[in-house]
């Protein structure tokens, strides 16, 4: 139990609907963070949020949409994915995104996507 | 660019000795982080070299060199449940809350 809880799990989706991935973190962090993990790739920084502002958005496609209402919560909404967007989604958290002063990520379990 | 590079895999006896280097492509990170990650689990976090040596940790111990932009991470003692995969990592100069990886290192261990 690393103190930040993702839902769901698992999720299968076609390219059509719409879904959202859920991340909370118990932690009291300020930054919160989704990291793509593809098989053989590096983990992917997709977006940053640091005290509910956006300051990193990695050249991620417009079909990712992240939504940050706290500090404790971060979502993920997904519209008209394709199939190379299936990957183990990865939230982390960290103190006030000091990550220089070696703060360290704190990761979820991941949501496992599958697009069909 | 900015990347982190580390071999794929590496394998060694139980009990032994293990070393997984990794080297970066630019100057522009502060220092070098170390995560594991199990199977179906998160990362999590081992160590951090912020400044140049080793650090030691129990069985674990990593090393910086940002003058030649190297380190690595020593693995003493293998246990079989040391068996994951091992990612280096580099927070950047330039951005207080960006973190790079390298493609990770998948440790095998063997009995």
């Known amino acids: 139990e690393t103190g930040v809880t993702q839902t769901p799990r698992h999720l299968v989706m076609g390219m059509t609907n719409k879904k959202s991935l859920k991340c909370e973190q118990h932690?009291?962090?300020?930054?919160m963070y989704w990291y793509k993990q593809s098989a053989k790739k590096p983990l992917e920084l997709m977006f940053v949020?640091?005290?509910?502002?956006?300051?990193e958005n990695n050249s991620v496609p417009s079909r990712f949409s992240p939504e940050c209402p706290n500090s404790s919560h971060l979502f993920l909404h997904l519209h008209t994915l394709q199939p190379e967007d299936s990957a183990l989604y990865l939230c982390a958290s960290s103190q006030e995104g000091k990550t220089s002063a070696g703060g360290e990520l704190f990761f979820g379990e991941g949501s496992r996507l599958t697009v069909l | 660019g900015q990347s982190l590079e580390q071999p794929s895999e590496v394998t060694a006896v139980e009990g032994a000795i293990v070393q997984i280097n990794c080297t970066y492509q630019t100057s522009g990170f502060y220092g070098l982080s170390w995560y594991q990650q199990h199977d179906g689990g998160a990362p999590t976090f081992l160590s951090y070299n912020g400044l140049d040596g080793l650090e030691e940790t129990g069985r674990f111990s990593s090393f910086l060199s940002r003058s030649d932009s190297y380190g690595y991470l020593l693995l003493q003692e293998l246990q079989m449940k040391d068996s994951a995969s091992y990612f280096c990592a580099g927070p950047l100069m330039n951005r207080d809350d960006k973190i790079i990886f390298g493609k990770g290192t998948r440790l095998h261990i063997l009995p």
């Open positions: 932690l009291g962090h300020n930054a």
């Open positions: 949020y640091n005290f509910k502002e956006q300051t």
